[in-house]
Nanobody, 125 residues
């Protein structure tokens, strides 16, 4: 499946952004879809995931209560609504899709088979 991430940009602390992950092939609801981020000099970090079976969601502790992941099956798109943004949220954000649906591995980037190109989010203080 081909993924296209978009929606990044520059925002002040406390602001909001909505990232989109559109699938141009295959039906995205057949995959567990996740968002990861990578800040300069750091590894790829789990942000959120929405499971293909049932659509349950999981979040990193650092974003819980501020970010929300959702899926629009008609538009074949997964969204990441980011509110109350902080400077430490600055990173390149990637969406990824996995054919697997094992809850214990969903936070591990190696679980995911397909990756989008990334979109830059910069939060100024």
């Amino acid at each position: 499946v081909q993924l296209q991430a978009s929606g990044g940009g520059l925002v002040q602390a406390g602001g909001s952004l909505r990232l989109s992950c559109a699938a141009s092939t295959r039906t995205l609801s057949r995959y567990t879809t996740g968002w990861f981020r990578q800040a300069p000099g750091k590894g790829r970090e789990f942000v959120a995931t929405i499971r293909k079976n049932g659509g349950s969601t999981s979040y990193a502790e650092s974003v819980k209560g501020r970010f929300a992941i959702s899926r629009d099956n008609v538009k074949n798109t997964v969204y990441l609504q980011m509110n109350s943004l902080k400077p430490e949220d600055t990173a390149v954000y990637y969406c990824a899709a996995s054919q697997r649906d094992i809850i214990t591995t969903m936070k591990n980037p190696t679980t995911y088979d397909y990756w989008g190109q990334g979109t830059q989010v910069t939060v100024s203080s």
